[in-house]
């Protein structure tokens, strides 16, 4: 069929024809093997498609100008073939035909649906199959990835699952050679280059797994041991891995698969750290890397001798040794609150919009600096000069460090969609340009109970910074106070609009994700004030226990409202300001964040979807459209949030339990 007529015949099973037609087409707007010749309308309907994520009931044309206008991305492109997947063929094939065009980096962030859609729908799909192993053979850090989040899903088909993994490892490792030119390969020099270019992938790729097993194995290692033993143990492995990565010559973890070859050279081991967990033993670790090359080329950099000791050769490494070893456990005007958003006109008068790359920057002063080294150590900027100055690659072009922390016997699966979600409405916001703070981070998955997770730098938990603070400051504005200065200096304002901004954003967040287990451990102070929410194993309807004890909207705790200036004060009315602009906006875009859900229910059931994932995703579209008026349910929930006693009382259970302040 062309795909004029196939559209026509989904049109008309999905709601009726409108008068007219679609526009013709000239065989450029066509995949390949179709015969745009059998469609001939030549009138055009003026109707258009109301919703770039709703199923198209909008008439022909508007659908067909949809899927070849500028404002159709990758995002668009995955969910319609997820609306088409088990539809019309051609419309399919036309999708993913479409989704070729658009860079890995952006399709890459929906791994988790893509291999859903391949291992879990009730028919095979061998357009997206081949749509999988033709970027393969683009980029091996897809591949890899692919492979990651396929060899995490033990519940899904093992047989499906074994063909699919190895299909992908021959796509990334047997593809064409880059090149402006296509290579004719008919004599024996071209044959033996050809085989060579083949096996210093293969090469690759092992050394690439083989380093990730490495050091997600040793977070699993480390749980065994005593803690008082973790330290060295972690300093020790590390040191000897270190050794072998400049022939090991891999990329480095959480690399996007677009960018240029960073060449992971160096691990500054005495600076890793193994963190405070009950259950595991995940630890921090820099690494090192360089920019420019390729996996296969030689070296580019050579470690100075007389720097470390001898290099061991990568393949000691493929055979090192495993320890066997049990655990534990990261100036607005005055107004009052009737009068808070009230109308557009007030609304927008509130924002508050600023240069957030203003310099130089209050918080940099040299005393606030000094103070905000007491509770958090070392900047992060000062860490990286600090790394550079002792490394033997810090003069060389490209060099950078990869901050991240690795996680061994956890599932990442549910961070990962977590992360997906908060990147999505980072994104809305940041499109609406509403000064509210999201911190997306990257996360990957890298079995079915290990992953490893970018550092939020410049960052400690609220319940580190109060246990850092002197024995008479245990309250977050005696900390602003103590180290911003006075409330009216240019530090004091700044961080408190940064945490207001912030906490606007994950407030919403967390009511319409409904976050739980958000005790002063799983929140991020930044230097700068701002906060970030982290570890996301409770969302959407499940929570710790089973039990639903944290029912407020949420987490406002009095300390958070004390930062704010109280509920009379201007920053709180701001605070209010935000959440209601936030949450506008979020109900906008709500299809296109249920259908990043929805996406995931074919596959395997998370945590987050409890026994019933349709009730799950119906809760969360119950969420993005309240009863009430969007003012009053703004005004009532930030006031049910306010000290809610089911916040107090998981804060104190957490301090009982815990020792988490």
């Known amino acids: 069929y062309s795909f004029c007529t ?25 995949p390949s093997g179709v015969d745009v010749n059998s469609a001939a309308p030549s009138e055009s309907s003026s109707s258009t498609a109301k919703s770039p994520i709703a199923s198209p009931t909008g008439g022909l044309d508007g659908l067909t100008r949809l899927f070849e206008s500028e404002h159709f991305n990758a995002r668009m492109c995955v969910t319609y073939i997820f609306t088409y997947k088990n539809k019309e063929p051609g419309v399919l094939e036309y999708l993913v035909n479409k989704l070729h065009s658009y860079p890995l980096v952006e399709v890459e962030q929906f791994i988790p649906q893509l291999m859903c859609l391949l291992c879990w729908n009730n028919t095979s799909l061998p357009v997206v199959e081949q749509y999988i192993l033709t970027s393969s053979t683009k980029s091996i850090n897809f591949a890899l990835k692919m492979i990651w989040y396929l060899e995490s899903d033990h519940s899904a088909d093992r047989a499906k699952r074994v063909s699919l993994r190895e299909k992908i490892e021959i796509a990334a490792i047997n593809r064409a050679l880059r090149s402006s030119k296509k290579t004719v390969i008919d004599t024996p020099e071209a044959v033996e280059q050809e085989v060579l270019a083949k096996d210093r992938l293969c090469e690759y790729y092992n050394r690439v797994t083989t380093f990730i097993h490495q050091i997600t194995e040793l977070s699993l290692q480390l749980r065994k041991l005593p803690r008082p033993d973790r330290q060295a143990k972690l300093v020790q492995d590390l040191e000897y891995l270190s050794s072998a990565l400049p022939s090991f010559a891999i990329n480095i973890p959480l690399g996007s698969s677009d960018v240029e070859f960073q060449r992971a050279v160096r691990i500054p081991a005495s600076r890793s750290k193994v963190l405070n ?17 390729a996996p296969h080329d030689p070296p580019a950099i050579q470690k100075d001798e007389n720097a470390n000791k001898s290099i061991e050769p990568a393949e000691d490494i493929m055979n090192m040794n495993e320890t066997t070893a049990e655990s534990d456990s990261e100036h607005i005007p005055r107004t009052s609150t009737d009068e808070v958003m009230v109308d557009e006109r007030y609304f927008h008068s509130q924002l508050i919009h600023r240069d957030r790359s203003q310099s130089p920057s209050p918080l940099e002063s040299d005393s606030v600096t000094a103070k905000l080294d007491k509770v958090f150590g070392t900047s992060w900027r000062q860490t990286v000069l600090d790394i550079k100055e002792t490394s033997p690659y810090g003069n060389s072009k490209g060099w950078g460090v990869l901050p991240c922390i690795i996680k061994g016997g956890d599932d990442m699966r549910q961070e990962v969609l977590a992360m997906q979600l908060i990147s999505t409405f980072d994104r809305i916001w940041r499109e609406a340009s509403l000064p509210v703070r999201l911190h997306p981070y990257g996360v990957v998955v890298t079995s079915n109970d290990s992953g490893i ?11 580190c910074v109060k246990k850092a603070m002197p024995e008479d400051v245990r309250t977050l504005s005696d900390y602003w106070l103590l180290t911003y200065g006075s409330p009216q200096s240019a530090a004091y304002t700044d961080a408190q609009r940064n945490f207001v901004e912030s906490m606007a954003a994950y407030s919403v967040l967390s009511y319409l994700l409904q ?30 226990g089973g039990v639903n004890f944290e029912s407020m909207p949420f987490k406002l705790s009095q300390e958070f409202v004390d930062v704010m200036g109280g509920v009379g004060g201007d920053m ?17 875009h709500k299809d296109e964040v249920i259908k990043v859900v929805e996406m995931m229910i074919p596959g395997p059931l998370l945590p987050c979807f409890g026994n019933d994932p349709k009730a799950a995703v119906d809760a969360l579209a119950s969420r993005l459209t309240p009863d009430s008026d969007l ?8 006031d049910q949030s306010v000290d809610n006693w089911r916040a107090r009382g998981y804060d104190r259970f957490q301090r009982w339990s815990n020792g988490i302040l």
């Not at 102070?525 to 959407?540: A, E, P, T």
């Open 6 to 30: 196939l559209l026509a015949r989904v049109h008309k099973r999905e709601g009726g024809r409108e008068k007219g037609g679609v526009t013709k087409m000239s065989s450029s707007e066509f």
């Open 277 to 293: 967990s009950r259950e595991r033993a995940p630890y921090l670790v820099y690494i090192e890397y360089v920019e420019g090359g």
């Open 453 to 463: 997770i970018e550092l939020v730098t410049d960052a400690t938990s609220i319940d």
């Open 515 to 544: 976050l739980k287990d958000r005790h002063n451990a799983n929140i991020l102070l930044r230097r700068d004030g701002s906060v970030v929410h982290i570890d996301f194993g409770f969302m959407l309807s499940n929570s710790p």
């Open 572 to 588: 709180f009315q701001y605070f209010r300001v935000l959440v209601y602009a936030a949450f506008k906006e979020a109900m906008k």
């Open 631 to 638: 003012t009053v349910w703004v005004r009532d929930a930030v």
